[in-house]
């Protein structure tokens, strides 16, 4: 069971680290352009991308459940007419960001209270990186059904393919033509372009067998597209209400200045980097617990449960000394700054418990998802959205900057509670 669940992981982990990685690494070329601004402008250009694209990331999550269903019950006739719904309702968001691309960004930017020199920063960054969500949201849908496939090693290559591109033309676009903020950007779209079409070389290559399956008729017929929109709907929600909590706690910290923004920033960084390696779990465990309800075994669904939780809690672990006696070299590596590093240190604590506490939530959101359970990781997470507004707002005038880590900590904390009994203790299939 062991090596089922880590040919699955470790793949996924090296393209969940991947992905965090395209916005350090602009985030790091950034820090090195000598305005501590544009580092304040790649943190909130990248909340406000993760804004938009994970409210889509249901397009991922609810085509691995039912792929990985469809997989366990040995339907490929549903499995190719998971993947065409998934694809066609990806271009038609992508379709609708570009075309709504200015009231959606100066939407946005008005959220953010900030100096004007770092929102004009932000806008040029924005307005560039936008042109990348066809292919962005795209690959959404080809990496949902690459894992429903029990396949996590396609999205690991096309993963490491978009982060060399995207780190060697940010690198030559910002420094070699001096393009400044924007370059950054626009060496993002490239890389995702790029990104795309690897995934449809791959699909061509590997699993065109499954075309003779496709039917676009019966593929989009209402009843198979109701029920993809109701889980999707709850993933939908669920995904909102964190990307509410997380482009919050960014505007927040936009509003004690841009020294504490830049702290928040880069300490969530840092996080990040955990929450994508925890995902690759996370991603196993839909595809392992959606095969098997999909074959109709609950007993061996609970079973990769519980051992994923055991394998999150090492890894957290893990996470918590690194971040302990490795905190100050890791953030060196994305500013020089003496003042943002001198002030990490009064709330690196967090970030320590980070690992701790919120390692479970991330595994039992799989488990969800794999089970299409989707309405209950909708529930868990408003309650949860609801306590954290309450904390901040109630502690703030107290606590200040640590109110805010407060309120967070106990947001994904209470996640995995909620889950684990709203599950009856993780009886999902």
Do not use: C
């Amino acid at each position: 069971m062991n090596r089922k669940i880590l040919s699955l992981a470790i793949p996924n982990m090296i393209s969940n680290i991947t992905i965090p990685l395209v916005g350090m690494a602009d985030i790091a070329i950034a820090g090195h352009l000598g305005d501590d601004s544009m580092i304040g402008a790649i943190a909130i250009g990248t909340a406000i991308f993760n804004f938009i694209y994970w409210n889509f990331a249901f397009l991922r999550m609810g085509t691995t459940g039912f792929t990985a269903q469809a997989y366990g019950a040995r339907n490929f006739t549903e499995i190719s007419s998971n993947f065409v719904r998934s694809l066609t309702v990806a271009l038609l968001v992508a379709l609708l960001l570009l075309i709504f691309q200015k009231p959606i960004g100066y939407a946005t930017f008005a959220m953010m209270n900030t100096t004007p020199t770092t929102i004009d920063y932000v806008k040029a960054y924005f307005f560039a990186r936008i042109w990348a969500a066809p292919a962005t949201v795209s690959l959404f849908a080809f990496q949902g059904w690459y894992i429903g496939m029990q396949n996590s090693k396609f999205p690991m290559y096309i993963s490491i393919l978009i982060n060399i591109i995207n780190v060697a033309l940010g690198i030559w676009f910002t420094f070699g033509m001096n393009m400044g903020i924007a370059g950054i950007a626009w060496a993002t779209v490239a890389a995702q372009y790029s990104g795309l079409i690897m995934a449809m070389i791959l699909w061509y290559i590997y699993y065109k067998r499954f075309w003779k399956y496709i039917d676009i008729r019966s593929s989009l017929d209402f009843k198979p597209m109701l029920k993809f929109f109701k889980v999707n709907r709850d993933i939908f929600l669920r995904t909102a209400m964190i990307v509410v909590v997380y482009t919050f706690f960014t505007a927040a910290s936009s509003s004690m200045g841009d020294t504490m923004l830049a702290i928040n920033s880069l300490l969530m960084q840092l996080y990040t980097l955990f929450s994508y390696l925890m995902d690759g779990f996370a991603f196993a465990g839909e595809s392992l617990v959606g095969k098997s309800v999909g074959a109709k075994n609950s007993k061996m669904a609970k079973k990769y449960i519980n051992r994923l939780l055991a394998w999150g809690l090492g890894i957290a672990i893990m996470y918590a000394l690194i971040y302990t006696f490795l905190w100050h070299p890791l953030l060196g590596i994305f500013t020089s700054s003496p003042t943002i590093l001198a002030g990490a240190k009064d709330y690196v604590i967090w970030l320590i418990l980070t690992p701790l506490i919120g390692f479970a939530p991330f595994l039992i959101d799989g488990a969800l998802i794999g089970a299409t359970k989707t309405d209950i990781m909708r529930n868990a997470v408003f309650i949860t959205m609801v306590i954290f507004f309450g904390i901040y707002y109630g502690m703030r005038n107290i606590m200040g900057n640590n109110a805010l880590w407060l309120a967070f900590i106990i947001f994904i904390g209470m996640r995995g509670v909620l889950q684990y009994y709203m599950t009856n203790k993780l009886n999902i299939a």
